[in-house]
């Protein structure tokens, strides 16, 4: 593994733990209330946005190595436009391929998941 992925792995792994661990107690009420598909779509909108801010991060830690702050604003919209293209694209696929889905409860993995990716952020120094 090169340096850069395990740096995005070290920042990210604590925010990965949460995500997973509110994102399973989530899907396990919808399995128990709803159904097995509802707690599948809450782990998709779970998965999506992990992926998503993974890769996305992966090309924002190119901003490690610029010297301008203009050329490290550049690297992180890049790496922000990255994680939005791979999630809407995910998105799109889920939509499309999984015909019991439940959107609710993939709205509801996506948020958690999204609010919890913020910590990740904030303990971030580039």
């Not at 598909?37 to 782990?43: D, N």
């Not at 050329?71 to 436009?81: C, D």
């Not at 799109?92 to 952020?121: D, E």
């Amino acid at each position: 593994m090169s340096v850069e992925i395990k740096e995005v792995i070290a920042l990210q792994k604590d925010t990965f733990k949460w995500q997973l661990v509110l994102n399973a107690i989530v899907a396990l009420v919808f399995g128990y209330f709803a159904n097995l598909h509802a707690a599948c779509s809450v782990l998709l909108g779970m998965t999506v946005v992990m992926i998503g801010s993974f890769v996305g991060a992966l090309v924002a830690q190119q901003a490690k190595s610029r010297k301008t702050p203009g050329s490290i604003l550049m690297a992180i919209l890049k790496g922000e436009l990255v994680k939005i293209a791979i999630i809407a694209t995910l998105l799109l696929l889920i939509f499309k391929f999984y015909v019991l889905l439940v959107p609710i409860a993939l709205i509801i993995g996506l948020a958690i998941t999204a609010l919890m990716a913020g910590k990740a952020f904030v303990s971030t120094n580039l």
